[in-house]
């Protein structure tokens, strides 16, 4: 009595899928890691290489953006805005003032991760599309004071001639280095983020996604772990950024457009919110159509958001998300209640 | 223990509480009863810090509480289990428990181990499903986690909010049962309650509320013969 399960009956070969990955996840990340590791050796083509790197940086950003929407539950659609600053101060520090990587690159995080404070701090109340609209709007200030700044950013010309990442006597010019160093970075973001989703805090950001009443009602700190929140993203986006800069040593504003923060939205919408595989996958995914569709131009566009409405039709939880996701369009919360009549059921049976 | 002084409460322009006054002693189960939208889970929010007070006062074991944040009254050792099984649909069971030690400060790997053990001998069937997600529980499952969930605070004073919501009845009387526990560990408990006549068995006091007023008051077994509060409550 009592204990009516909700196991789905038949379970779809996705699941299947999902779960075979979890069970042997360990080995799975080691021989995916291998396999990422030599590719750059065996295979010799920078044109594909490059792309490679796009995507290890693109793992970056899209997993710090995770970090805000799939696990706190605030909706945040300035990304953009947080990598171009985590770009400009990179760029500005490293140009103007030759300062090596190893010091813009925290930097960069650090600078973003305030702004991340600064823009968490009023709008705290808020939620749901409110804060959207707030970080929509936040990402196009930005965006624009850089572009207009002439003295300080140099404006519409952009920030020119940014330094390879050198340091300890390794020059990073070539791309097989620099895509070595993009590597060794996403495996250290993905590990802190896996530390800290273990952690109180991470439990107490998801609380926060699931159910806020409930939350601060065993004493989550609402307002502190909000804001906690937005700045361990910006934080990683604006490493992001450093790399975004540090990659095409020229940046301008205009590579932060809004179409640049929807962009990494559909890579965490299509990968999957709230789980760290997710925006990988959502990376790889997003960036590979990017270049496969290259010829078909603006028509890109129609496709992504083709996807975007299917994904949201077929799997809203994304592709690496589990069938009993809050975010599975709560689907889990009508199981729940049909638990439950079946529970009264049985016992009204047991009772007469 | 815990005494409230003319508390009143506005939603916007709707007045919720005009003005109760009631109190809990040390180890016994006070019960509020009362229709819907009598002011009883606003009580229990505004106790706990969740909504605004209008004025009044709230004392707990000799201070004011009454302006205090509500995490610092999870900390002074209050805990508030809220209205329809509020568990964390994703996370698991025992992901469900730690949550429950949010308010305490540098909690040792032991402590939480140690409480987690004695809410798996209080409630057995978590431990079975301790790696199951919390949504996936059945309904009596999920209000016996809330409740687990709050004991992981080690609180002296448990507010229940109306924990026999939409169950089965013989789940109910598992959790009245379990409530009783909740008591004979030394523990006090605030209970709000629509299911009358089962909350005022085993109330030690009870509280009659209605439109925002206390109507009526006295111990569980007097107010369960009363003529008002069965005609009202009690339904014959």
Known sequence: MGTTNVSTAAVSPFEKLRLFTQKYKKWLLLALFVVVAIIPLVYDDVYYKNIMVKILMYVIIASSLNMING?????????????????????????????????????????????????????????????????????????????????????????????????????????????????????????????????????????????????????????????????????????????????????????????????????????????????????????????????????????????????????????????????????????????????????????? | MLKINKLRVNYGYVIALRGISFHVDENEIVCLIGANGAGKSTTLMSISGLVDKAGGTIEFKGSDITGTKPHEIVRMGICHVPEGRQVFPSLSVEENLRMGTISVQKPTKQYIQQKLEEQYTLFPRLKERRKQAGGTLSGGEQQMLAIARGLMSDPELVMLDEPSLGLAPIVVEEIFELIQGIKRSGKTVLLIEQNASMALSIADRGYVLENGRMVLTGTGRELLVNEDVKRAYLGD
């Not at chain 1, 539950?73 to 090596?100: K, P």
């Not at chain 1, 020119?160 to 895509?179: H, L, M, N, R, V």
């Not at chain 1, 760290?276 to 270049?291: D, F, K, M, Q, R």
């Open chain 1, 71 to 352: 696990y706190s539950g605030q909706f945040n659609l300035g990304q953009a805005g947080f990598l171009c600053i985590g770009a400009y101060t990179a760029s500005l520090l490293a140009t103007r003032l030759g300062w090596n990587f190893l010091v813009t690159m925290p930097l960069a995080g650090i600078v973003t991760m305030i702004f991340g404070y600064l823009v968490s701090k009023p709008t705290l109340r808020l939620s749901g599309i409110y804060l959207s609209i707030v970080t929509l709007g936040f990402s196009e200030i930005v965006r624009l004071v850089v572009y207009n700044w002439t003295d300080f950013t140099g404006g519409p010309l952009g920030v020119k001639g940014i330094p390879a990442p050198e340091f300890f006597g390794i020059s990073f010019k070539e791309t097989d280095a620099f895509y070595y160093l993009v590597l060794v970075l996403v495996v250290i973001t993905l590990f802190v983020m896996h530390r800290v989703l273990n952690s109180r805090v991470g439990r107490a950001w998801m609380s926060i996604r699931e159910d806020q009443l409930a939350a601060s009602s065993l004493g989550v700190e609402l307002r502190k772990y909000k804001s906690q929140n937005f700045m361990f993203g910006a934080f990683f986006a604006g490493i992001g950024g450093c790399l975004f800069a540090y990659f095409y040593r020229y940046i301008d504003a205009n590579m932060f457009l809004l179409d640049e923060g929807f962009n990494v939205i559909s890579m965490v919408v299509i990968g999957g919110q709230g789980t760290l595989v997710g925006p990988v996958l959502g990376a790889v995914i997003v960036n590979t159509l990017t270049e496969a569709l290259r010829s078909l131009d603006q028509f890109r566009m129609v496709i992504y958001a083709a996807l975007i409405i299917f994904m949201m039709w077929w799997r809203p939880q994304g592709l690496a998300g589990a069938s009993n996701s809050i975010l599975a369009g709560g689907k889990l919360r009508r199981k729940g209640k049909a638990a439950d009549e079946e529970e009264s059921d049985e016992e009204g049976g047991s009772i007469t």
